[in-house]
Protein backbone atom coordinates (compact mmCIF):
# COMPACT_ATOMS: atom_id res chain seq x y z
CA UNK A 1 0.00 0.00 0.00
CA UNK A 2 2.86 2.37 0.45
CA UNK A 3 3.97 1.80 -2.81
CA UNK A 4 0.67 2.57 -4.25
CA UNK A 5 0.24 5.58 -2.25
CA UNK A 6 4.05 6.60 -3.69
CA UNK A 7 2.80 6.56 -7.11
CA UNK A 8 -0.03 8.35 -6.36
CA UNK A 9 1.73 11.05 -4.28
CA UNK A 10 3.70 12.02 -8.03
CA UNK A 11 1.24 13.71 -10.08
CA UNK A 12 3.14 13.05 -13.92
CA UNK A 13 2.75 9.50 -12.91
CA UNK A 14 -0.48 9.07 -11.61
CA UNK A 15 -2.12 11.32 -14.79
CA UNK A 16 -0.39 9.11 -16.92
CA UNK A 17 -2.24 5.96 -15.02
CA UNK A 18 -5.87 8.10 -14.66
CA UNK A 19 -5.86 8.82 -18.77
CA UNK A 20 -4.53 5.21 -18.93
CA UNK A 21 -7.55 4.16 -17.40
CA UNK A 22 -9.83 6.25 -18.48
CA UNK A 23 -8.96 5.67 -22.58
CA UNK A 24 -9.49 1.94 -22.14
CA UNK A 25 -13.13 2.83 -20.06
CA UNK A 26 -13.68 4.62 -23.34
CA UNK A 27 -12.90 1.87 -25.27
CA UNK A 28 -14.99 -0.08 -23.15
CA UNK A 29 -17.90 1.91 -23.75
CA UNK A 30 -17.40 1.91 -27.50
CA UNK A 31 -17.38 -1.85 -27.27
CA UNK A 32 -21.22 -1.79 -26.64
CA UNK A 33 -22.20 1.11 -28.88
CA UNK A 34 -23.50 -0.73 -31.94
CA UNK A 35 -22.94 1.13 -35.42
CA UNK A 36 -26.20 2.75 -37.03
CA UNK A 37 -28.02 1.50 -39.85
CA UNK A 38 -28.52 -2.31 -38.18
CA UNK A 39 -31.23 -4.02 -36.56
CA UNK A 40 -30.74 -4.25 -32.74
CA UNK A 41 -33.07 -7.17 -32.47
CA UNK A 42 -30.84 -9.08 -34.12
CA UNK A 43 -27.78 -9.04 -32.07
CA UNK A 44 -29.20 -11.12 -29.50
CA UNK A 45 -29.42 -13.89 -32.29
CA UNK A 46 -25.43 -13.18 -33.10
CA UNK A 47 -25.06 -13.09 -29.36
CA UNK A 48 -26.53 -16.58 -29.28
CA UNK A 49 -24.70 -17.92 -32.20
CA UNK A 50 -21.01 -16.91 -30.35
CA UNK A 51 -22.15 -18.61 -27.56
CA UNK A 52 -22.22 -21.82 -29.45
CA UNK A 53 -18.49 -21.43 -29.85
CA UNK A 54 -16.88 -21.72 -33.39
CA UNK A 55 -15.42 -19.28 -35.46
CA UNK A 56 -17.72 -16.00 -34.06
CA UNK A 57 -16.32 -16.90 -30.21
CA UNK A 58 -12.81 -17.03 -31.62
CA UNK A 59 -13.39 -13.63 -32.56
CA UNK A 60 -15.09 -12.78 -29.89
CA UNK A 61 -11.91 -13.18 -27.61
CA UNK A 62 -9.97 -10.81 -28.98
CA UNK A 63 -12.54 -7.76 -29.97
CA UNK A 64 -13.64 -7.78 -26.23
CA UNK A 65 -17.29 -8.70 -27.42
CA UNK A 66 -17.08 -5.99 -29.50
CA UNK A 67 -17.87 -8.10 -32.23
CA UNK A 68 -20.95 -10.02 -31.39
CA UNK A 69 -22.36 -6.44 -30.20
CA UNK A 70 -21.64 -5.14 -33.88
CA UNK A 71 -20.45 -2.29 -32.08
CA UNK A 72 -18.13 0.60 -33.48
CA UNK A 73 -14.92 -1.11 -32.42
CA UNK A 74 -16.08 -4.53 -33.96
CA UNK A 75 -12.91 -4.87 -35.80
CA UNK A 76 -10.52 -4.53 -32.76
CA UNK A 77 -7.24 -3.84 -33.03
CA UNK A 78 -6.45 -6.79 -34.83
CA UNK A 79 -5.82 -5.26 -38.70
CA UNK A 80 -3.26 -3.05 -36.83
CA UNK A 81 -1.07 -6.11 -35.48
CA UNK A 82 -1.53 -7.59 -39.36
CA UNK A 83 -0.70 -4.67 -40.45
CA UNK A 84 3.00 -4.63 -38.27
CA UNK A 85 3.36 -8.07 -38.85
CA UNK A 86 3.07 -7.71 -42.90
CA UNK A 87 5.95 -3.62 -42.61
CA UNK A 88 7.92 -5.89 -40.28
CA UNK A 89 8.16 -9.07 -42.86
CA UNK A 90 8.66 -6.55 -45.57
CA UNK A 91 11.33 -4.88 -44.13
CA UNK A 92 13.51 -8.24 -44.41
CA UNK A 93 13.00 -7.43 -48.41
CA UNK A 94 12.35 -4.00 -49.55
CA UNK A 95 15.73 -2.18 -48.72
CA UNK A 96 13.91 1.50 -48.66
CA UNK A 97 12.25 -0.26 -45.68
CA UNK A 98 15.48 -1.53 -43.97
CA UNK A 99 16.99 2.08 -44.28
CA UNK A 100 14.20 3.82 -42.85
CA UNK A 101 14.79 0.94 -39.74
CA UNK A 102 18.37 2.32 -39.68
CA UNK A 103 17.25 6.17 -39.50
CA UNK A 104 16.49 5.84 -35.93
CA UNK A 105 13.39 7.77 -34.59
CA UNK A 106 12.93 9.82 -38.18
CA UNK A 107 12.70 6.44 -40.24
CA UNK A 108 10.51 4.49 -37.54
CA UNK A 109 7.97 7.29 -38.09
CA UNK A 110 7.74 6.63 -41.05
CA UNK A 111 7.49 2.99 -41.34
CA UNK A 112 4.42 3.78 -38.25
CA UNK A 113 2.94 6.14 -40.77
CA UNK A 114 2.58 3.45 -43.59
CA UNK A 115 1.24 0.91 -40.84
CA UNK A 116 -1.37 3.22 -40.52
CA UNK A 117 -1.99 3.63 -44.12
CA UNK A 118 -1.83 -0.20 -44.43
CA UNK A 119 -4.08 -1.04 -41.33
CA UNK A 120 -6.96 1.32 -42.69
CA UNK A 121 -6.65 -0.47 -45.79
CA UNK A 122 -6.74 -4.09 -44.07
CA UNK A 123 -9.90 -3.08 -41.39
CA UNK A 124 -12.03 -1.47 -44.82
CA UNK A 125 -11.35 -4.62 -46.36
CA UNK A 126 -12.78 -6.30 -43.06
CA UNK A 127 -15.11 -4.03 -42.51
CA UNK A 128 -16.59 -5.00 -45.83
CA UNK A 129 -16.36 -8.63 -45.72
CA UNK A 130 -17.87 -8.74 -41.94
CA UNK A 131 -20.80 -6.45 -43.46
CA UNK A 132 -21.48 -8.25 -46.49
CA UNK A 133 -21.58 -11.41 -44.40
CA UNK A 134 -24.02 -10.75 -41.96
CA UNK A 135 -26.10 -9.04 -44.63
CA UNK A 136 -26.33 -12.27 -46.87
CA UNK A 137 -26.77 -14.37 -44.33
CA UNK A 138 -23.70 -15.99 -44.31
CA UNK A 139 -23.43 -15.38 -40.61
CA UNK A 140 -24.79 -18.93 -40.20
CA UNK A 141 -21.16 -20.10 -40.67
CA UNK A 142 -19.89 -18.44 -37.61
CA UNK A 143 -22.02 -21.43 -35.72
CA UNK A 144 -19.98 -24.08 -34.27
CA UNK A 145 -22.75 -26.35 -36.47
CA UNK A 146 -21.35 -24.87 -39.73
CA UNK A 147 -25.02 -24.37 -41.19
CA UNK A 148 -26.37 -21.98 -43.55
CA UNK A 149 -29.28 -20.47 -42.37
CA UNK A 150 -27.81 -16.94 -41.01
CA UNK A 151 -28.97 -14.39 -40.10
CA UNK A 152 -29.52 -10.58 -41.72
CA UNK A 153 -28.65 -7.66 -39.51
CA UNK A 154 -30.24 -4.94 -41.64
CA UNK A 155 -33.56 -6.43 -41.43
CA UNK A 156 -35.96 -5.32 -43.90
CA UNK A 157 -33.76 -2.01 -44.09
CA UNK A 158 -31.15 -3.06 -46.15
CA UNK A 159 -29.90 -0.61 -49.47
CA UNK A 160 -26.54 0.84 -50.52
CA UNK A 161 -26.39 3.78 -48.19
CA UNK A 162 -26.72 1.99 -44.97
CA UNK A 163 -24.53 -1.08 -46.37
CA UNK A 164 -21.51 2.12 -47.22
CA UNK A 165 -22.55 3.69 -43.63
CA UNK A 166 -22.19 0.72 -41.21
CA UNK A 167 -18.55 -0.33 -43.64
CA UNK A 168 -16.99 3.55 -43.00
CA UNK A 169 -18.25 3.16 -39.60
CA UNK A 170 -16.51 0.02 -38.46
CA UNK A 171 -13.22 1.76 -40.39
CA UNK A 172 -13.61 4.72 -38.85
CA UNK A 173 -14.05 2.89 -35.19
CA UNK A 174 -10.98 1.39 -35.99
CA UNK A 175 -9.00 4.10 -36.79
CA UNK A 176 -9.90 5.83 -33.21
CA UNK A 177 -9.17 2.62 -31.61
CA UNK A 178 -5.72 3.02 -33.08
CA UNK A 179 -4.84 6.62 -31.92
CA UNK A 180 -6.20 5.50 -28.40
CA UNK A 181 -3.24 2.92 -28.70
CA UNK A 182 -1.02 5.54 -29.92
CA UNK A 183 -1.94 8.46 -27.43
CA UNK A 184 -1.48 6.10 -24.65
CA UNK A 185 1.72 5.03 -25.72
CA UNK A 186 2.46 8.61 -25.74
CA UNK A 187 0.67 9.84 -22.37
CA UNK A 188 -0.08 7.00 -20.69
CA UNK A 189 1.77 3.96 -19.01
CA UNK A 190 2.81 0.66 -20.98
CA UNK A 191 2.39 -0.03 -24.93
CA UNK A 192 -1.33 1.60 -25.68
CA UNK A 193 -2.08 -1.55 -28.31
CA UNK A 194 -0.99 -4.11 -25.94
CA UNK A 195 -3.30 -2.45 -23.12
CA UNK A 196 -6.37 -2.66 -25.69
CA UNK A 197 -5.72 -6.17 -26.28
CA UNK A 198 -5.65 -6.80 -22.62
CA UNK A 199 -8.48 -5.21 -21.95
CA UNK A 200 -10.13 -6.81 -24.38
CA UNK A 201 -9.19 -10.36 -23.25
CA UNK A 202 -9.34 -9.44 -19.58
CA UNK A 203 -13.02 -8.81 -20.42
CA UNK A 204 -13.99 -11.99 -21.18
CA UNK A 205 -12.84 -14.03 -18.36
CA UNK A 206 -15.75 -13.06 -15.72
CA UNK A 207 -18.60 -14.13 -18.77
CA UNK A 208 -16.36 -17.34 -19.52
CA UNK A 209 -16.41 -18.90 -15.57
CA UNK A 210 -19.95 -17.75 -15.21
CA UNK A 211 -20.66 -19.72 -18.12
CA UNK A 212 -18.57 -23.06 -17.04
CA UNK A 213 -19.81 -22.35 -13.34
CA UNK A 214 -23.61 -22.53 -15.45
CA UNK A 215 -23.20 -25.82 -17.19
CA UNK A 216 -20.38 -27.54 -15.14
CA UNK A 217 -21.05 -26.86 -11.53
CA UNK A 218 -18.42 -25.04 -9.21
CA UNK A 219 -16.10 -27.51 -8.78
CA UNK A 220 -15.12 -27.42 -12.61
CA UNK A 221 -15.03 -23.48 -11.80
CA UNK A 222 -12.88 -23.51 -9.04
CA UNK A 223 -10.37 -26.13 -10.64
CA UNK A 224 -10.11 -23.71 -13.56
CA UNK A 225 -9.17 -21.08 -11.31
CA UNK A 226 -6.87 -22.87 -9.89
CA UNK A 227 -5.14 -23.63 -13.23
CA UNK A 228 -5.54 -19.82 -13.97
CA UNK A 229 -3.13 -19.35 -10.82
CA UNK A 230 -0.57 -21.98 -11.71
CA UNK A 231 0.14 -20.80 -15.02
CA UNK A 232 0.11 -17.41 -13.49
CA UNK A 233 2.72 -18.18 -11.48
CA UNK A 234 5.01 -20.30 -14.29
CA UNK A 235 4.83 -17.44 -16.76
CA UNK A 236 6.11 -14.63 -14.17
CA UNK A 237 8.99 -17.10 -13.60
CA UNK A 238 9.54 -18.12 -16.81
CA UNK A 239 9.00 -13.78 -18.49
CA UNK A 240 11.53 -12.62 -15.63
CA UNK A 241 14.31 -15.26 -17.03
CA UNK A 242 17.45 -13.64 -18.20
CA UNK A 243 20.39 -14.91 -19.55
CA UNK A 244 23.36 -12.82 -18.82
CA UNK A 245 26.51 -12.82 -21.27
CA UNK A 246 29.42 -11.22 -19.43
CA UNK A 247 31.05 -8.49 -21.79
CA UNK A 248 34.78 -6.75 -20.48
CA UNK A 249 35.64 -3.07 -21.49
CA UNK A 250 39.13 -2.75 -21.64
CA UNK A 251 40.92 0.32 -20.30
CA UNK A 252 41.70 3.56 -22.66
CA UNK A 253 42.91 7.02 -22.13
CA UNK A 254 41.39 10.09 -23.74
CA UNK A 255 43.85 13.38 -23.02
CA UNK A 256 44.09 13.07 -19.18
CA UNK A 257 41.28 10.23 -18.65
CA UNK A 258 41.03 6.97 -18.06
CA UNK A 259 38.02 5.41 -19.84
CA UNK A 260 36.65 1.92 -19.55
CA UNK A 261 37.86 -1.03 -17.37
CA UNK A 262 34.43 -2.11 -16.24
CA UNK A 263 32.30 -5.52 -16.64
CA UNK A 264 28.91 -5.21 -17.53
CA UNK A 265 26.67 -8.04 -19.42
CA UNK A 266 24.20 -8.12 -22.20
CA UNK A 267 20.66 -9.43 -20.65
CA UNK A 268 19.17 -12.23 -23.02
CA UNK A 269 15.53 -12.86 -22.19
CA UNK A 270 13.86 -16.76 -22.23
CA UNK A 271 10.98 -15.42 -23.78
CA UNK A 272 12.49 -12.37 -25.59
CA UNK A 273 9.26 -11.96 -27.37
CA UNK A 274 7.13 -11.95 -24.89
CA UNK A 275 3.30 -12.12 -26.00
CA UNK A 276 4.21 -10.35 -29.31
CA UNK A 277 4.32 -13.96 -30.88
CA UNK A 278 1.38 -14.93 -29.51
CA UNK A 279 -0.53 -12.38 -30.99
CA UNK A 280 1.12 -12.81 -34.27
CA UNK A 281 0.33 -16.07 -34.92
CA UNK A 282 -3.60 -15.65 -33.57
CA UNK A 283 -3.31 -12.78 -36.11
CA UNK A 284 -2.39 -15.46 -39.21
CA UNK A 285 -4.76 -17.84 -37.88
CA UNK A 286 -7.44 -14.98 -37.95
CA UNK A 287 -7.18 -14.22 -41.36
CA UNK A 288 -8.30 -17.71 -43.29
CA UNK A 289 -11.18 -18.03 -40.23
CA UNK A 290 -12.26 -14.45 -41.67
CA UNK A 291 -11.88 -15.37 -45.66
CA UNK A 292 -13.46 -18.39 -45.02
CA UNK A 293 -17.03 -17.09 -43.44
CA UNK A 294 -17.40 -14.42 -46.30
CA UNK A 295 -17.12 -17.32 -48.99
CA UNK A 296 -20.89 -17.92 -50.86
CA UNK A 297 -22.20 -21.03 -49.47
CA UNK A 298 -25.70 -20.83 -51.22
CA UNK A 299 -28.08 -23.36 -51.50
CA UNK A 300 -26.63 -27.33 -50.24
CA UNK A 301 -27.89 -30.10 -48.66
CA UNK A 302 -26.12 -32.85 -46.16
CA UNK A 303 -25.76 -35.31 -49.01
CA UNK A 304 -24.74 -32.38 -51.68
CA UNK A 305 -22.94 -29.89 -50.31
CA UNK A 306 -20.73 -27.13 -51.76
CA UNK A 307 -16.89 -26.33 -51.88
CA UNK A 308 -17.75 -23.10 -50.09
CA UNK A 309 -19.19 -24.86 -47.44
CA UNK A 310 -17.10 -27.70 -46.70
CA UNK A 311 -13.92 -25.03 -46.49
CA UNK A 312 -16.15 -23.49 -43.84
CA UNK A 313 -16.94 -26.94 -41.63
CA UNK A 314 -13.01 -27.85 -42.19
CA UNK A 315 -11.99 -24.24 -40.85
CA UNK A 316 -14.74 -24.54 -37.72
CA UNK A 317 -13.30 -27.82 -37.32
CA UNK A 318 -9.40 -27.77 -37.78
CA UNK A 319 -8.54 -23.98 -37.18
CA UNK A 320 -10.83 -23.27 -34.26
CA UNK A 321 -11.40 -25.99 -32.05
CA UNK A 322 -8.65 -26.18 -29.65
CA UNK A 323 -8.63 -29.96 -29.22
CA UNK A 324 -8.43 -30.43 -33.13
CA UNK A 325 -4.57 -31.81 -33.58
CA UNK A 326 -4.51 -29.96 -36.75
CA UNK A 327 -5.21 -26.72 -34.54
CA UNK A 328 -2.58 -27.90 -32.04
CA UNK A 329 0.01 -28.43 -34.44
CA UNK A 330 -0.13 -25.49 -36.96
CA UNK A 331 -0.98 -22.90 -34.31
CA UNK A 332 2.44 -24.04 -32.35
CA UNK A 333 4.38 -24.25 -35.32
CA UNK A 334 3.32 -20.41 -35.96
CA UNK A 335 4.13 -19.46 -32.27
CA UNK A 336 7.45 -20.69 -31.75
CA UNK A 337 8.52 -19.18 -35.82
CA UNK A 338 7.29 -15.79 -34.77
CA UNK A 339 8.75 -16.34 -31.33
CA UNK A 340 11.79 -16.80 -33.09
CA UNK A 341 11.04 -13.84 -36.18
CA UNK A 342 10.31 -11.17 -33.53
CA UNK A 343 13.55 -11.85 -31.48
CA UNK A 344 15.80 -11.69 -34.65
CA UNK A 345 14.60 -8.35 -35.22
CA UNK A 346 14.96 -7.38 -32.09
CA UNK A 347 18.12 -8.44 -31.45
CA UNK A 348 20.75 -8.77 -34.17
CA UNK A 349 23.76 -10.55 -33.29
CA UNK A 350 25.84 -8.65 -36.07
CA UNK A 351 25.35 -5.30 -34.72
CA UNK A 352 25.39 -5.84 -31.15
CA UNK A 353 28.80 -7.80 -32.07
CA UNK A 354 29.92 -4.35 -34.04
CA UNK A 355 28.89 -2.24 -31.65
CA UNK A 356 30.65 -4.42 -28.66
CA UNK A 357 33.74 -4.38 -31.17
CA UNK A 358 33.61 -0.59 -31.64
CA UNK A 359 33.10 0.52 -27.77
CA UNK A 360 36.33 -2.04 -26.99
CA UNK A 361 34.47 -4.41 -25.54
CA UNK A 362 34.55 -8.03 -25.75
CA UNK A 363 33.02 -11.48 -24.32
CA UNK A 364 35.52 -13.17 -21.82
CA UNK A 365 37.24 -15.93 -24.00
CA UNK A 366 35.61 -14.99 -27.41
CA UNK A 367 37.42 -13.10 -29.83
CA UNK A 368 35.42 -9.79 -30.64
CA UNK A 369 33.45 -9.81 -34.20
CA UNK A 370 32.48 -12.68 -36.31
CA UNK A 371 33.27 -15.11 -33.23
CA UNK A 372 31.13 -12.73 -30.57
CA UNK A 373 28.98 -12.78 -33.64
CA UNK A 374 28.68 -16.67 -33.54
CA UNK A 375 28.29 -17.23 -30.34
CA UNK A 376 25.75 -14.58 -29.79
CA UNK A 377 23.60 -16.34 -32.58
CA UNK A 378 24.26 -19.54 -31.10
CA UNK A 379 23.11 -18.54 -27.19
CA UNK A 380 20.26 -16.40 -28.77
CA UNK A 381 18.70 -19.51 -30.83
CA UNK A 382 19.04 -22.21 -27.88
CA UNK A 383 17.58 -20.04 -25.25
CA UNK A 384 14.91 -18.75 -27.35
CA UNK A 385 13.90 -22.56 -28.06
CA UNK A 386 12.54 -23.11 -24.07
CA UNK A 387 10.83 -19.57 -24.30
CA UNK A 388 8.74 -20.21 -27.90
CA UNK A 389 7.64 -24.18 -26.59
CA UNK A 390 6.56 -22.94 -22.85
CA UNK A 391 4.80 -19.86 -24.81
CA UNK A 392 3.28 -22.56 -27.39
CA UNK A 393 2.41 -24.83 -24.53
CA UNK A 394 0.74 -22.30 -22.39
CA UNK A 395 -1.11 -21.14 -25.32
CA UNK A 396 -2.36 -25.00 -26.23
CA UNK A 397 -2.44 -27.57 -23.46
CA UNK A 398 -4.48 -25.48 -21.06
CA UNK A 399 -7.14 -25.41 -24.04
CA UNK A 400 -6.56 -28.63 -25.02
CA UNK A 401 -7.23 -30.02 -21.43
CA UNK A 402 -10.36 -27.57 -21.17
CA UNK A 403 -11.75 -28.80 -23.99
CA UNK A 404 -11.38 -32.58 -23.49
CA UNK A 405 -12.38 -32.34 -19.64
CA UNK A 406 -15.32 -30.20 -20.35
CA UNK A 407 -16.26 -31.28 -24.16
CA UNK A 408 -17.72 -29.68 -26.96
CA UNK A 409 -20.45 -27.57 -24.54
CA UNK A 410 -21.16 -23.64 -24.30
CA UNK A 411 -17.93 -23.71 -21.47
CA UNK A 412 -15.57 -25.50 -22.83
CA UNK A 413 -15.90 -23.78 -26.46
CA UNK A 414 -15.62 -20.65 -24.78
CA UNK A 415 -12.43 -21.04 -22.49
CA UNK A 416 -10.39 -22.86 -25.68
CA UNK A 417 -8.29 -19.75 -25.52
CA UNK A 418 -8.29 -19.75 -21.96
CA UNK A 419 -4.18 -20.28 -22.03
CA UNK A 420 -3.78 -17.27 -24.71
CA UNK A 421 -6.05 -15.27 -22.59
CA UNK A 422 -3.78 -15.02 -19.66
CA UNK A 423 -0.69 -15.22 -21.59
CA UNK A 424 -1.48 -11.90 -22.99
CA UNK A 425 -2.70 -10.45 -20.03
CA UNK A 426 0.21 -11.51 -17.93
CA UNK A 427 2.70 -10.45 -20.59
CA UNK A 428 1.19 -6.95 -20.57
CA UNK A 429 0.34 -6.11 -17.20
CA UNK A 430 4.53 -6.94 -16.74
CA UNK A 431 5.46 -4.93 -18.79
CA UNK A 432 3.16 -2.26 -18.04
CA UNK A 433 4.85 -3.03 -14.05
CA UNK A 434 8.21 -2.18 -15.23
CA UNK A 435 7.63 0.78 -16.49
CA UNK A 436 6.20 2.34 -13.43
CA UNK A 437 8.30 0.73 -11.22
CA UNK A 438 11.33 2.61 -14.07
CA UNK A 439 9.29 5.50 -13.45
CA UNK A 440 9.24 5.09 -9.60
CA UNK A 441 12.99 4.78 -9.51
CA UNK A 442 13.88 7.34 -11.17
CA UNK A 443 12.29 9.40 -8.60
CA UNK A 444 13.97 7.34 -5.55
CA UNK A 445 10.83 5.85 -4.96
CA UNK A 446 10.63 2.32 -4.19
CA UNK A 447 8.90 0.48 -7.13
CA UNK A 448 6.77 -2.70 -7.56
CA UNK A 449 9.25 -5.16 -8.03
CA UNK A 450 11.28 -4.21 -5.05
CA UNK A 451 9.51 -5.04 -1.97
CA UNK A 452 12.23 -4.46 0.53
CA UNK A 453 13.18 -1.05 2.05
CA UNK A 454 16.35 0.03 3.70
CA UNK A 455 16.48 2.12 6.80
CA UNK A 456 17.39 5.59 6.67
CA UNK A 457 20.76 6.27 8.01
CA UNK A 458 21.30 8.32 11.18
CA UNK A 459 21.39 11.42 11.11
CA UNK A 460 19.93 11.67 8.18
CA UNK A 461 17.52 14.80 7.19
CA UNK A 462 15.01 12.26 5.41
Do not use: C
Not at 251 to 276: C, D, F, H, W
Not at 279 to 292: E, H, Q, T
Not at 358 to 373: A, D, H, M, N
Not at 449 to 459: D, Q, S, V
Amino acid sequence: MSTLRNVLKIPELRNKLLFTLFMVAVYRFGAHIPVPGIDLASIKDLEARADQGGVLDFLRTFSGGAITQFSIFALGIMPYITASIIMQILAVVIPKLEQWQEQGAVGQRKITQWTRYLGVAIALLQGTGITYLFHTGGGGGFGSAGNSTGLDLFGDHYNAGRFALVVLTLTAGFSLLMWFGEVVTQRGVGNGMSILIFASVVSRLPANFGTVKAESGLFAMVAIALMFVVLLVAIVFVEQGVRRIPVQFAKRQVGRKMYGGQSTYIPLKVNGAGVISIIFASSVLYLPVIVSQILPVGSHTATDPNWAFNVQKWVNNHLVRSTSPFYLTFYGILIIAFAYFYTAIQFDPHKQADQIRKQGGFIPGIRPGYQTERYLAKILSRITLPGALFVAGIALIPAFAIGKSLGDTTGGQQLGFFGISILIAVGVALETVKQIDGQLMMRNYEGFLNTKTKPAAKGSSK
